[in-house]
């Protein structure tokens, strides 16, 4: 089992930066790769980044590429996302999941494959 907490959102002008950090409980948290995902007023869920459990290997996708990272530390059982030159196109709900998925770096991972979920931290950018 483990439990996923989400913090560090906000409202940010456009242009800055946040920094999101995503909390786990449970000895299992290193094992896992670690997905973010955001959700948009209105719209569908969708991935934003994943690192896998040594944190060797990330993937992004295209809308945040170059400006947002993700980066994990295992001996806190924490995992971050720094988001740069945000936009208003940003602002969502953002989730951390725990993914099971061995290889992360090929391909966006399903939705409905995440084994936990956080319940979220809301970014918001003004313009």
């Known amino acids: 089992q483990v439990q996923l907490v989400e913090s560090g959102g906000g409202l940010v002008q456009a242009g800055g930066s946040l920094r999101l950090s995503c909390a786990a409980s449970?000895?299992?948290?290193?094992?896992?790769?670690m997905d973010w995902f955001r959700q948009a007023p209105g719209k569908e869920r969708e991935f934003v980044a994943a690192?896998?459990?040594?944190?060797?290997?990330?993937y992004y996708a295209d809308s945040v590429k170059g400006r947002f990272t993700i980066s994990r530390d295992n001996a806190k059982n924490t995992v971050y996302l720094q988001m740069n030159s945000l936009t208003p196109e940003d602002t969502a709900v953002y989730y951390c999941?725990?993914?099971?998925?061995?290889?992360?770096?090929?391909?966006?991972?399903?939705?409905?494959?995440?084994?936990?979920w956080g319940k979220g931290t809301l970014v918001t950018v003004s313009s």
């Open positions: 999941a725990a993914d099971p998925r061995a290889i992360v770096t090929i391909d966006p991972p399903p939705l409905d494959g995440m084994d936990y």
């Open positions: 449970g000895r299992t948290f290193s094992s896992y790769a």
């Open positions: 690192i896998s459990w040594s944190g060797g290997g990330t």
